[in-house]
């Protein structure tokens, strides 16, 4: 998929993949219109990519089946040729087995309401501008750091940037960012109520209602999940077979963990507590259950 066109790959029945076409985008659709006029059974399938989901909806409403799937390596026998053509072909071909029954060919993603995207589109909004606003505030404390200055947390604030003990030429050049990062804070803290007084009054203990309204709207449908490890699993509280050098050591039981909402947050956290100092923040914080379940090494 492109911006202004679609590389596709067609095959009828059995048969090898014919080709791959070039179709502007009302061309396309125009196509699979006709195809589907003509009384033929249409699946189509792409990957999940910037453009959302616009494509599969504008198909479901010609009535063929459209799967999106996530991004994965096509190039199976590991040619390093890449081309819009040969991934094409290699998803017609994960699709014709995915229709004839091989439900493993394919690892589908669940496409959304567009109610249910648009719910989460303002917390992700919410991310993006919390994102901006630590990058120009991170290059104002290096700037600080790159002449020799003490970098001061949150600079930028009206009252801390009032009396920053900064040479006149800095503060010049951070009063270029100051007014974007107090404007930044006020959409910031807007959206923050926003998606608070919208969080449910009842909330699970130690989540707070920032967290449970993110997880609520991204997850949508609680009932597609068919037990605890599946919700486990999309939230990544569950390792992967491949997770780190300690896969091949389990079975594992969770005896303790962190939630963050922002992913620097959550890396920051990890690093300490892979440290000196944050094992033994473990040990103390765990101290009650280590003593009653004293780990023995293998």
């Given at each position: 998929m492109h911006q202004d066109f679609y590389v596709v790959v067609e095959?009828?029945?059995?048969?090898?993949?014919?080709?791959?076409?070039?179709?502007?985008?009302?061309?396309?659709?125009?196509?699979?219109?006709?195809?589907?006029?003509?009384?033929?059974?249409?699946?189509?399938?792409?990957?999940?990519?910037?453009?959302?989901?616009?494509?599969?909806?504008?198909?479901?409403?010609?009535?063929?089946?459209?799967?999106?799937?996530?991004?994965?390596?096509?190039?199976?026998?590991?040619?390093?040729?890449?081309?819009?053509?040969?991934?094409?072909?290699a998803l017609c071909l994960?699709?014709?087995?995915?229709?004839?029954?091989?439900r493993d060919a394919l690892a589908i993603v669940?496409?959304?309401?567009?109610?249910?995207?648009?719910?989460?589109?303002?917390?992700?909004?919410?991310?993006?501008?919390?994102?901006?606003r630590k990058q120009l505030e991170a290059q104002g404390r290096s700037l600080m750091v790159n002449h020799g200055l003490e970098p001061v947390h949150n600079w930028w604030k009206p009252r801390t940037f009032a009396a920053l003990p900064v040479p006149q030429w800095m503060k010049e050049l951070l009063a270029n960012s100051q007014p974007i990062l107090v404007a930044l804070q006020q959409k910031i803290a807007a959206l923050t109520v926003q998606l608070q007084s919208a969080a449910s009054p009842e909330q699970p203990r130690g989540l707070g209602k920032m967290t449970s309204v993110a997880i609520?709207?991204?997850?949508?449908?609680c009932k597609r999940f068919n037990n605890r490890r599946q919700i486990a699993s999309y939230t990544g509280l569950c390792p992967g077979e491949y997770a780190f050098a300690t896969s091949y050591r389990g079975p594992w039981k969770l005896i303790y963990y962190e939630a963050y909402l922002e992913q620097p947050d959550a890396l920051g956290r990890e690093r300490y507590l892979k440290?000196?100092?944050?094992?033994?923040?473990?040990?103390?914080?765990?101290?009650?259950?280590?003593?009653?379940?004293?780990?023995r090494s293998r």
């Open positions: 095959q009828v029945g059995g048969s090898n993949p014919k080709p791959p076409q070039r179709f502007q985008k009302e061309a396309f659709l125009f196509w699979a219109a006709r195809l589907k006029r003509e009384g033929a059974e249409v699946h189509a399938v792409y990957e999940a990519c910037g453009f959302g989901f616009a494509l599969q909806r504008q198909l479901s409403a010609l009535s063929i089946r459209c799967h999106v799937v996530c991004p994965q390596k096509l190039d199976e026998q590991n040619k390093r040729v890449k081309t819009d053509g040969l991934d094409a072909k994960k699709l014709d087995r995915f229709v004839q029954g091989n669940r496409v959304p309401s567009e109610e249910e995207e648009q719910a989460r589109a303002i917390h992700r909004q919410r991310e993006q501008l919390v994102k901006a609520d709207r991204e997850i949508g449908d440290s000196g100092a944050g094992r033994r923040f473990l040990r103390a914080q765990l101290a009650d259950y280590l003593r009653k379940n004293p780990i």
